[in-house]
Structures are given as C-alpha cells and as structure tokens.
Nanobody, 114 residues
C-alpha cells in the first residue's frame, strides 16, 4: 500500500524559510521520479518541483531560485527547501511519484503571512 506522509509546514513571515519532508512507503523510492505539488484555497493543485531518479531537478517558474528539492533514497524521503517565501506560496503541499499514484497524503499546510 502506497503512502506519503508530509510534514514540516507552518506559519512563516514573508521572506522566511521552511523545510518540508515527505516520507514514502509501499514503493521502491529510488525507482521513481518525484514531485511536490501544492493547492491553494479555491485553486487547482499545481506542480511545484520535480526530481528525477538520477537527481535532475526542475522547478515551476513561480519558485525558481527560491525552492530546492533534494531527496534521500536511503531514507525514502523527499524534501522541499523553501526560501524567500511569499504570500502566494500559501497552500497545502503534497508529494507524489511521477506519474502520480492515486493515493495522496494528507499534505502539510504552509501559511505565509505577517
């Protein structure tokens, strides 16, 4: 059974940083390209950042230069390091494989506000 458990969200002021984690189980983590998504209130879920099995990364234009997406295959863990946070980054953040599995985690809430 595939499971994703996201954590690390919280309330942060504009310009601050947060580090999100996603622990995956039920899959051979190192076999998969992985994605971080986010969903803001009233909006569709959007792809934020991706990392391939070999470690090549790609970020959405809205987060380029601010977010990085390291992975630790030994710990089945995907990370999203978020710097220079903006109010527009407020959302629930999720991880999944690429292509995505049908099951999603509960996500972790990120709120950027002064």
């Amino acid at each position: 059974q595939v499971q994703f458990v996201e954590s690390g969200g919280g309330l942060v002021q504009p310009g601050g940083s947060l580090r999100l984690s996603c622990v995956a189980s039920g899959i051979i983590f190192s076999y998969y390209d992985m994605d971080w998504y986010r969903q803001a209130p009233g909006k569709q879920r959007e792809l934020v950042a991706s990392i391939t099995r070999s470690g090549r990364t790609n970020n959405a234009d809205s987060v380029k230069g601010r977010f990085t997406i390291p992975r630790d295959n030994a710990k089945n863990t995907l990370t999203l390091q978020m710097n220079s946070l903006e109010a527009e980054d407020t959302a629930v953040y999720y991880c999944n494989t690429k292509p995505s599995k049908t099951s999603w985690g509960q996500g972790t809430q990120v709120t950027v506000s002064s």
